[in-house]
């Protein structure tokens, strides 16, 4: 009889790792998926928090992915370990403080981890030559085979036939033939071969996954470490820089202001650990202060604050002012029009 | 047969999910988690945990902001899509 070959699938939720695990299934190989949990992830919590994100599916794009599938999937929270990945990165950022490369290589490596755990035979991802602008360059496919350790044990189904054979294929686990040759920017080959499959309302590919090649995210993530004098952060950073407007009108403090009632919502869970105000004079968002502000600071903030409430024409907008330590006070402040709150304020 | 609670409260998805999951790999088949969630992804994405894992979404309450899911540890093998409607809930 012969073995049963067990492949441990990267999936993102996207449409290439879906059919990339698809490919290999198809050969008779039982494939697990595995997805990386960073912080950074788009999806999963931003529908929560906004409105605007609404009409998107209110599901997880890697368990709709693995349930297409039929297959497990391991959900690995790696929030800690990431941050050398992010803070760190030996092959530098993308555009932005995207570190593509180093988060392949990582991911790659933790699955190598699972898979020997695991007792399974070789690594499946969704990568395409010549796909995205750094990590899947030609060039570095081999460089993330190399670094993670996976070596010939990394299979590439959706553009294997343009890339020397992996050891499945060598000893005939996999048949190179029936294995594909995508290649470049284009989504045309994965879509026509999703509408073959029948795979419908999979999630939109490509770039938009992580809030790291985000220019804003990554401006606000920069302010955060300028901030701090050093690059580290814990998950309730990285949240926050995913919840409503930032603004650091001066050194030592920023305003996180709500931009709507879910986010005001998810504010309130932060509000204990931040001085914060909100109008009572009128209706406005939840304002959370961030840093150290003196008594000219909060006027500043509540005047600012005050401009984002439905008291942004009036003469005066009640503000009540919440410190650390509980204790409450009224500011009467006149609202900062919006020529008063120049641009650069805005991380 | 043991029941257990998770407590994912505040906790945004997928680590409601992740908690779920880690709670469940130290159970037995038959086993319960009651697992308290405040964040609505989690009416998709547990019940989906659970289809492709094999376990049965015994039940679903909403209390205010909270949502209560118990479920029931299976056996490892796969059950049909859709036997917990929580269109309603």
């Known amino acids: 009889m012969s073995k049963q070959y067990k492949a441990v699938a990267l999936i993102s939720g996207g449409l290439d790792s879906l059919l990339a695990a698809r490919q290999v299934m198809e050969q008779g190989i039982h494939v697990e998926g595995i997805n990386f949990y960073t912080g950074f992830c788009v999806e999963g919590h931003t529908h929560a928090i906004r409105k605007q994100h609404r009409a998107r599916p209110r599901r997880n794009n890697a368990l709709w992915v693995a349930e297409q599938l039929g297959i497990r999937l391991h959900i690995i929270d790696i929030i800690e370990e990431y941050k050398q990945v992010v803070i760190n990165p030996r092959h530098g950022y993308g555009a932005n403080l995207n570190p593509c490369l180093d988060c392949k290589v990582f991911m790659v490596r933790k699955a190598l981890d699972w898979m020997n755990a695991q007792g399974f035979d070789f690594i499946v991802s969704g990568e395409v030559i010549g796909q995205r602008p750094k990590s899947q360059r030609r ?22 036939k343009i890339l020397p054979p992996t050891l499945p294929e060598r000893e005939g686990w996999l048949e190179r033939d029936k294995l594909l040759a995508f290649n470049g920017r284009s989504r045309k080959p994965q879509m026509a071969l999703a509408d073959q499959y029948g795979f419908e309302d999979y999630a939109q590919p490509a770039g938009g996954c992580c809030f790291l090649t985000d220019r804003q995210y990554s401006r606000k993530l920069s302010d955060l470490w300028q901030t701090r004098g050093e ?68 006027e500043l903030a509540a005047r600012i604050a005050a401009r984002f409430s439905k008291g942004r024409d009036a003469a ?13 006070r009224k500011l009467m402040v006149a609202p900062l029009s919006s020529a008063q709150i120049p641009q650069e304020w805005y991380l | ?69 118990t479920i029931r540890v299976g056996d490892g093998g796969a059950i049909p899509a859709g036997s917990v409607d929580v269109s309603d809930v």
């Open chain 2, 1 to 69: 047969m043991s029941s257990v609670n998770v407590d994912a409260r505040y906790l945004l998805c997928p680590l409601p999910v992740i908690r779920t999951q880690d709670q469940a790999a130290g159970l037995r088949p038959g086993d319960c988690m009651r697992v308290l969630c405040t964040d609505p992804g989690v009416l998709h994405d547990i019940p989906c945990w659970c289809r492709i894992h094999g376990h049965t979404v015994a039940d679903i309450s909403r209390q205010g902001d909270e949502i209560a899911i």
């Open chain 1, 139 to 160: 060039v570095n496919m081999p460089v993330v085979a190399r670094e993670s350790g996976a070596h010939d044990r990394l299979v590439r189904p959706l553009c294997a």
């Open chain 1, 316 to 328: 005066e907008v009640t503000m009540e002012v919440t410190g650390k330590d509980g204790t409450v």
């Open chain 1, 231 to 298: 690059r580290d952060y814990d998950l309730d950073d990285i949240m926050l820089l995913k919840v409503g407007r930032h603004l650091r009108p001066r050194p030592g403090f920023k305003l996180i202001v709500g931009r709507e009632e879910s986010e005001n919502r998810y504010l309130e869970g932060y509000r204990r650990r931040f001085v914060h105000m909100i109008p009572v004079s009128h209706q406005g968002p939840l304002v959370l202060l961030d840093g150290e502000a003196g008594a000219d600071d909060l």
